[in-house]
């Protein structure tokens, strides 16, 4: 069975109630592959589309909400329409312009974050490099 397989310290008694916590956890690798982030183990080199592809389009999206807000804000209150129509635009409007504006600074903040987090994975895998090459020795 699974039980036999295990090395003697990794046995745990049934009979506590601690015992359906210490049974053994995920090794690193294996949460490694079932995590959803990038595995530091692999060194495959990205297009710049792949890497910037996200924040690209929540930029583009965010536009394209503030470009629509800016329009019916401007026809809000350039039409001549009937009072109830007139105060959902002016309601509706500048929600679609505060909506596209914080949908385009996520975007544009975002990029910094992903220059960063390049930075430190060229840094990470030189270092490691590096200990490898004295380690090896």
Known sequence: M???ALPKALEVDEKSPESKDLLPSQTASSLCISSRSESVWTTTPRSNWEIYRKPIVVMSVGGAI???????????????????????LKMIGPAFLSLGLMMMVCGLVWV?????????RQKS??????KALFLNR
Request: proline fraction near 2%; hydrophobic fraction near 50%; charged fraction near 15%.
């Open 66 to 88: 503030l470009l629509f807000g800016v329009v019916i804000t401007c026809l809000a209150y350039a039409l001549t329409l009937g009072e109830k129509s007139l105060t959902v």
């Open 2 to 4: 699974m039980v036999e």
């Open 125 to 130: 895998s030189f270092f490691q490099n590096l």
């Open 112 to 120: 910094p974050i992903i220059k960063k987090k390049q930075k430190q």
